[in-house]
């Protein structure tokens, strides 16, 4: 079966400082995509970013990067120069098709 | 706008009821995921349908459905509703191929609240 595992239920953050989300998840797959999710207080589910399992490159979007580490099956999110608005929760999702599996969050609260 | 709607936004209704809620998917994506998010928890799977057939199936509890139509929109029948039922329910699809292969976009879910 797969999991995924969010280890933070919450966490803050100064503004304009750096944090680093954790996630973790199990899977005997091969081919599989990862995902962070933001969901801000209005509850919009809404993609950060993404990464495939065959790349072997962290992708990055902006000030958000991933720290995809395939043998450890670890997928960490860093959140650079944190803004009022990254505050929400944050969730971790793992795809092989045709199923998504969601960690239970971690809520994140950036500090002015 | 991620461009998957849903309706209605917000729903409150007594307990053995029923419900239908509806999502329209972005257009061009044949997959529809539904979830169920209970107050403060992870999204939980329930079903979801590629191009009109059921293709996985989560946690769903046997007094809900769910069914693609031709056109591509999705409804959720929940029944017997219990207060336990409410919750925030999401519709998501994706696209099978392409530069976004796999990735999901969210609805704004539908606040579904038993009395």
């Known amino acids: 079966a797969q999991t995924v595992t969010q280890s933070q239920p919450e966490m803050s953050v100064q503004e304009a400082e750096t944090v680093t989300l954790s996630c973790t998840y199990d899977t005997s797959e091969n081919n599989y995509y990862l995902f962070w999710y933001k969901q801000p207080p209005s509850r919009q589910m809404i993609l950060v970013i993404r990464?495939?399992?065959?790349?072997?490159q962290n992708a990055t979007e902006n000030r958000f990067s991933v720290n995809f580490q395939k043998a450890a099956k670890s997928f960490s999110l860093k959140i650079s120069d944190s803004q009022l608005g990254d505050t929400a929760m944050y969730f971790c999702?793992?795809?092989?098709?045709?199923?998504?599996?969601f960690g239970t969050g971690t809520s994140l609260t950036v500090i002015p | 706008d991620s461009g998957v709607t849903q309706t209605p936004k917000h729903l409150i209704t007594a307990t053995g009821q029923r419900v239908t809620l509806r999502c329209s998917p972005r257009s061009g994506d044949l997959s529809v995921y539904w979830y169920q998010q209970s107050l403060d928890q992870g999204l939980q799977f329930l079903i979801q349908?590629?191009?009109?057939?059921?293709?996985a199936k989560g946690n769903i509890l046997e007094r809900f459905s769910a069914q693609q139509f031709p056109d591509l929109h999705s409804e959720l029948n929940l029944s017997s509703l219990e207060l336990g039922d409410s919750a925030l329910y999401f519709c998501?699809?994706?696209?099978?191929?392409?530069?976004?292969?796999?990735?999901?976009?969210f609805g704004p879910g539908t606040r579904l609240t038993v009395l």
């Open positions: 349908y590629y191009n009109g057939e059921e293709r």
């Open positions: 990464q495939e399992a065959y790349k072997q």
């Open positions: 998501a699809s994706s696209v099978v191929g392409g530069p976004y292969h796999n990735e999901q976009f």
């Open positions: 999702a793992f795809m092989t098709p045709p199923q998504f599996y």
